[in-house]
Nanobody, 126 residues
């Protein structure tokens, strides 16, 4: 199983980016897909997640209203649309997946995810 993240880059504050993460090797049509990020000198933190069954989405408070997670079952891909980016959003963004539906109380926990992408750098300049 491979998760290939892409779409990162350098953007000015207030700008937008869309991250993509394509999964190969197995389907996650009934699983949970998520995004985490790690800023320099900080621990990796939850950003957003989507449960394929039912399509519920979940966000960290710091990105709610600015980021949108979505998925394309046919392409086995998850996206993270980011608007109104801030310098504090600068981090390496990682996609993660679990082939099963993660319970809500564990959806923000890194150890709930079995598979991880390699990360894509997002840099927001002020």
């Amino acid at each position: 199983v491979q998760l290939q993240a892409s779409g990162g880059g350098l953007v000015q504050a207030g700008g937008s980016l869309r991250l993509s993460c394509a999964a190969s090797g197995r389907t996650f049509s009934r699983g949970t897909l998520g995004w985490f990020r790690q800023a320099p000198g900080k621990e990796r933190e939850f950003v957003a997640a989507i449960r394929r069954s039912g399509g519920s989405t979940h966000y960290a408070d710091s990105v709610k209203g600015r980021f949108t997670i979505s998925s394309d079952n046919a392409l086995n891909t998850v996206y993270l649309q980011m608007h109104s980016l801030k310098p504090e959003d600068t981090a390496v963004y990682y996609c993660a997946a679990n082939p099963t539906q993660i319970i809500l109380t564990a959806i923000r926990t890194q150890t709930s995810y079995n598979y991880w992408g390699q990360g894509t750098q997002v840099t927001v300049s002020s």
